[in-house]
C-alpha cells in the first residue's frame, strides 16, 4: 500500500530531511507521489505520476526547501485507480473559505457513496471518493465554519464508516491543524527542545536539529513507518484520531 508523512509545527519548518526518507521507499511505492505545503490560507501543491525515487518533480521539491507549518506528503502503490495524474495523492478541495488536504493509505472495499454536486471526485481512487464524501458530511454537519474541537469531534463521529469498509489511514488539514486517523500503521514523534540528532532509518543521512532550531520550536510529525532510527515514534491505535497543533498534540 501507499505511505504517508506528515508535519505539524509552530513555526514554519523545511521538511526536506523527513521527505528524503520518505521518497527512499518510493523504490516499492513507485506510482506516483505528491507533496502539499500550507502557506497561511496559501498552498503549494505538487504531485506526479512518477516515482519520487526519479521525478523530476520530487528532484525540484528537494532542491526547493519550502518552509510550511504544515505539510502533507503520500508515495503511491496504486490499488484502485490506474496510474495517472488524477489519480496522485495529497487531493485538494475547497471549503469554508480554506482549501483541505487529504491523503489516505489503505484501501476501502464497495464503498460508493452518493455525492452531490459541490464534492466529486476527478479521478478514479477510493481515497478521493472517501475525501469527498469527508468533505460532504462536514459541510452539512455545521452551519459556519466550526473551531478545530468541533471539527475534530465530527470527524471521530464520521471516520469510522470509512473505517469499515477496509484500511483507512489518513492524513488531513485545511492548514490551522493536522489530523491523523490510524487503521493499521501509522507513527508519529515529536521533537522539541532540546533537540537532538537523529538518522534516517532507510538511507545514511543524519541531521543534527539542535544547530537549526530555536528553544521554542516545535514539531510533530506523522508517517506510516518510523522514518528514523533513534527517536521515540509511537504508534497510533486502529481507530484513533491524533489532532497536531503548533506542533504538539491538541488535547
Request: hydrophobic content about 40%.
Amino acid at each position: 500500500m501507499c505511505q504517508l508523512l506528515g508535519m505539524n509545527a509552530n513555526t514554519p519548518t523545511d521538511v526536506m530531511f523527513s521527505f528524503t526518507g520518505l521518497a527512499t521507499r518510493a523504490d516499492e511505492h513507485k506510482d506516483g507521489f505528491g507533496i502539499a505545503f500550507f502557506e497561511d490560507r496559501g498552498l503549494r501543491l505538487f504531485i506526479d505520476p512518477e516515482s519520487a525515487r526519479h521525478s523530476p518533480v520530487a528532484e525540484m521539491v528537494r532542491r526547493y526547501p519550502i518552509k510550511s507549518r504544515n505539510v502533507i506528503a503520500h508515495i503511491r502503490k496504486a490499488t484502485q485507480g490506474h496510474v495517472a495524474l488524477e489519480n496522485c495523492h495529497p487531493f485538494m478541495r475547497e471549503l469554508w473559505g480554506r482549501y483541505w488536504v487529504f491523503a489516505h493509505n489503505g484501501d476501502l472495499k464497495s464503498f460508493q457513496p452518493r455525492l452531490h454536486g459541490a464534492f466529486r471526485p476527478v479521478g478514479g481512487t477510493d481515497s478521493e471518493r472517501a475525501f469527498c464524501w469527508l468533505m460532504q458530511e462536514l459541510a452539512k454537519s455545521h452551519a459556519g465554519v466550526p473551531g478545530i474541537d468541533e471539527l475534530s469531534n465530527t470527524l471521530r463521529d464520521l471516520l469510522p464508516v470509512l473505517h469499515a469498509h477496509g484500511t483507512f489511514n489518513l492524513l488531513l488539514s485545511n492548514g490551522q491543524a493536522l489530523w491523523a486517523h490510524g487503521s493499521t500503521k501509522l507513527y508519529w514523534l515529536q521533537r522539541q527542545h532540546p533537540f537532538r540528532p537523529a538518522t534516517l532509518a532507510d538511507e545514511d543521512l543524519s541531521v543534527d536539529f539542535g544547530a537549526l532550531t530555536q528553544p521554542s520550536d516545535r514539531v510533530a510529525v506523522v508517517a506510516t513507518q518510523p522514518l528514523t532510527t533513534g527517536e521515540p515514534w509511537q504508534a497510533i491505535a486502529p481507530g484513533e484520531l491524533k489532532v497536531f497543533v503548533d506542533g504538539t498534540v491538541h488535547a
